[in-house]
């Protein structure tokens, strides 16, 4: 594994952190459709009983609302850790450096190369997504 570290810049912060912002649009759009696609269900079975719940119907209506919660709670606890890594994005100074990912894959690179194109060595130190130095 080659770990790639990044030097925190300007374009990096707003790269990352428009990332960040993507993915809790992604996550919000995921709980309203959740959310709209449960009560649908429920309504759906409601209808289908024409109000008259038998105990079956209400152990589906049930179940429902527990996998629509369940799921709700995972999409939850991911928003979190989006506004936690937001957050320590936004403190990070410039020029600190970070590990930003790991790579498996050996693949031969050199100076100036573009990271997402070509990985390897011991540790790979980029700049904006262009490497600065290969360390063994």
């Known amino acids: 594994m080659i770990p790639v570290r990044a030097i925190v810049t300007e374009n990096f912060k707003n790269q990352v952190g428009g990332e960040i912002q993507r993915n ?16 649908r269900a429920i309504a759906d079975l409601e209808r289908q009983t024409m109000g008259a719940l038998s105990t079956d119907a209400r152990i589906q209506i049930e179940s429902i609302r527990q996998q629509v919660d369940m799921e709700k709670l995972r999409l939850l606890q991911m928003q979190e ?49 262009i490497i600065q130095e290969i360390r063994d």
């Open 24 to 39: 809790l649009l992604q996550i919000e759009a995921e709980i309203q459709q959740l959310d709209f696609k449960g009560k």
């Open 81 to 129: 850790e989006m506004l936690a890594q937001n957050q320590a994005l936004s403190e990070l100074p410039l020029g600190s450096v970070v590990t930003q990912f790991t790579v498996e894959n050996p693949v031969e690179v050199r100076l100036g190369e573009n990271i997402f194109q070509r990985l390897e060595g011991g540790e790979i130190l980029v700049k904006d997504g």
